[in-house]
């Protein structure tokens, strides 16, 4: 009996998968290498735990007429990619040289200590995963990071704990 109770829900979870990775390819229907970063993108934010799976990635290898190991293999090479499930938000903390001579650091360890995770981590609510990211661009309002797809700059840890607070609140709300 408990067997049924464990396969249902990975069942109906692989069928919603299937489902919004099909609507996803269906937005290209004459797909050629050169749109493979846009199709891993949109199928990765409409992903609602923000990762491609390996059974994804055969979907979109099948789709485009190549080889798994190239689409792994160029996927890999973007970090913004991700290959496990992360929370409804990911906060990506800008650690460049710029961020890091301009207190990136100092606010890195206030995400650490408001969220309760380490990088790489997901809270235990689900709702937000840590990040680094090598550059987001944004060098003259250093030290910055990305919440899906705002992004903040001049940050301080009283600013980190009023932006996660705010996300927190609306997300109670919705």
Do not use: W
Request: charged share 25%.
């Amino acid at each position: 009996m408990m067997g049924k109770n464990i396969v249902r829900p990975l069942v109906a979870m692989m069928l919603n998968e299937e489902v919004h990775v099909n609507e996803v390819l269906k937005k290209y229907p004459s797909a050629t290498r050169e749109d493979l970063l846009d199709i891993l993108h949109d199928i990765q934010e409409s992903d609602p735990h923000h990762f491609l799976s390996d059974e994804v990635l055969t979907d979109v290898a099948s789709h485009l007429g190549m080889d798994l190991a190239d689409i792994k293999g160029t996927a890999s090479f973007y970090s913004m990619f991700s290959f496990s499930p992360r929370g409804k938000h990911v906060i990506r903390i800008c650690d460049s040289p710029p961020c890091q001579l301009l207190g990136a650091t100092t606010v890195l360890q206030k995400l650490i200590e408001v969220l309760g995770v380490a990088v790489g981590e997901t809270t235990s609510d689900g709702l937000f995963t840590l990040e680094t990211s090598s550059c987001l661009g944004m060098c003259g309002v250093a030290p910055a990071m990305m919440i899906d797809n705002e992004t903040y700059g001049n940050l301080t840890p009283s600013r980190i704990v009023e932006i996660i607070e705010r996300i927190r609140r609306e997300d109670e709300t919705s």
